[in-house]
């Protein structure tokens, strides 16, 4: 058995919950804070057998593409100027994914 975590973007997890759940991977959503952009992001936890782990990172890749959206790195509040920096764009999205060895799984009710 194998546990994929793996951190999306929040604007991925609508798509990728209805892939999973139409596959039959109950999962759980934790919500996270990304470091760079301080943009919100998702972690996510599906408990799987191993031979369907593949089938579970085709899913992320099919759902949690990669975009450049444009971006102000500098706004006035950091500054402290009235000024910004022309937008740039910056790649977002995609998805860090661990995958993880399970020695023993309990479901408790």
Request: aromatic residues 6%.
């Amino acid at each position: 058995m194998k546990m994929v975590i793996a951190i999306i973007q929040d604007r991925d997890w609508v798509k990728l919950s209805k892939g999973l759940t139409e596959h039959g991977y109950g999962v759980t959503k934790l919500s996270s804070t990304g470091g760079f952009l301080r943009q919100g992001n998702t972690t996510i936890m599906i408990g799987v057998e191993d031979e369907k782990v593949e089938d579970v990172l085709q899913l992320i890749r099919d759902n949690c593409k990669k975009k450049e959206i444009p971006m102000t790195l500098y706004p006035p509040s950091i500054t402290g100027l009235n000024m910004t920096s022309p937008p740039v764009n910056v790649t977002v999205g995609g998805a860090t994914v661990f995958v993880m060895n399970i020695e023993q799984f309990h479901h408790v009710e």
